[in-house]
């Protein structure tokens, strides 16, 4: 699980404009680091899903890693066209057959929470 931190600072702050030009970069940013077997949702207003099949904790790491240095690429490049820094929060956890899937999203979405905390501290 994904989410856009602080994009309705950005909408405040910079119009909603910039804020939707914040989530198609993210997106497109989030299906660059993703293999094609992946699948990719927006689960709300600036939360996504990522459902990786045939993915372990080792392949979910792999990637977590892969989003967060386009993130830092993306700030690099193009944080000052923008006037924002993009920042995303991740949660991971992993399902099996015998798994709810309603409670894997429960725990991503409380790992996701976590790292977002872990940030303003």
Do not use: P
């Amino acid at each position: 699980m994904i989410d856009i931190d602080n994009l309705k600072d950005i909408n405040d702050s910079h119009g909603h404009l910039t804020g939707d030009r914040i989530l198609v970069e993210a997106v497109a940013l989030i299906k660059n680091a993703v293999r094609k077997s992946d699948i990719v949702i927006r689960y709300g207003g600036d939360e996504f899903l990522i459902f990786m099949n045939d993915g372990g904790c080792d392949e979910t790491a792999v990637m977590i890693d892969r989003i967060s240095e386009l993130v830092d690429v993306w700030n690099r490049d193009k944080a000052a066209i923008f006037g924002c820094r993009l920042s995303l929060s991740m949660g991971c956890a992993t399902c099996d057959k015998d798994c709810d899937v309603y409670d894997a999203l429960k725990i991503a979405d409380e790992r996701m929470y976590q790292d977002k905390r872990e940030k303003k501290n």
